[in-house]
């Protein structure tokens, strides 16, 4: 019986690279990601404190720009309000000049009348109207009433007025007693004279002639006094004595 001889091949082992090795791409790719991660943060981080820096800049800046815009909005209202402050004074001195002008004229008014009155008083021998007026103001009449009586001497006078406006309307007389249709105050006090004012309005289509006026005292003499409505609107006319009728009651 033939013995076999068992058959042997030798190998070399092959070296077997160590775990490192074998993953070195992977631990590179790692490194390599915290070296990115590290420089990333730390540049960031200097990026921040620069952007922090900017924007602590900005906002001084911004400061800055706020305050001196509200300095400029106070100077602003500061000087309108000047300029409110000189126009209204101007104003009120334009103002001033025309209410003086106003007065001098209606001072020069009364000096005159006075004057006229003065220069009347030997003619004044009774109670009279002394001065009447009529003038249009857009839709109304003001009618201006001036009764005097003899200065010399004079004596507290009182007494009531009536006022008879006659007129045409439609084709046919027509009177209308002034006191009564306006609620007049009528009343009349004085020593050496008063003025009477008084605001009326006519009717459509009435057509004024003439103005009847009586003076009633209290010692029943009635003075009656007829004007013509042409010589007293928008114009002044003065009485007379001659026009004057007394009567006693």
């Known amino acids: 019986m033939d013995v076999k001889t068992p058959k042997y091949i030798i190998k070399q082992a092959d070296d077997k690279p160590s775990f490192i090795k074998q993953h070195w791409v992977i631990f590179s790719l790692l490194g390599l990601a915290i070296l990115t991660f590290l420089i990333g943060r730390y540049s960031h981080l200097d990026v921040l404190q620069a952007f922090k820096g900017q924007k602590q800049t900005w906002a001084e800046i911004n400061q800055q720009l706020s305050e001196t815009n509200d300095t400029n909005q106070k100077t602003i209202s500061l000087l309108q309000t000047e300029a409110n402050i000189k126009h209204q004074a101007i104003m009120e001195l334009q103002r001033n000049i025309s209410d003086m002008s106003e007065d001098n004229a209606a001072l020069k008014a009364d000096v005159a009348f006075y004057e006229n009155l003065l220069g009347h008083k030997d003619g ?26 003899k200065l010399e001497k004079a004596q507290l006078i009182k007494g009531q ?22 609620k007049l105050n ?13 605001t009326i309005s006519l009717p459509k289509g ?8 009586e003076l009633q005292s209290k010692n029943k003499t009635v003075v009656t006094e007829q004007f013509q ?6 114009v002044s006319i003065a009485g007379s004595d001659n026009n004057v009728i007394t009567t006693q009651n």
Do not use: C, M
Request: net charge negative.
């Open 124 to 149: 004044i021998k009774k109670l009279r109207v002394f001065e009447l007026s009529a003038h249009r103001s857009d839709e109304l009449v003001l009618l201006k009433l001036v009764l005097a009586q």
């Open 161 to 182: 007025i009536t006022l008879q406006l006659k007129g045409i309307q439609s084709d046919q007389g027509e009177e209308i007693d002034l006191v009564e249709q306006f």
């Open 186 to 198: 009528n009343d009349y006090e004085f020593k050496y004279f008063q003025i009477k004012k008084y």
């Open 206 to 213: 009435f057509n004024p002639t003439t103005l009847l006026v």
């Open 229 to 234: 409505w042409s010589d007293i609107i928008d």
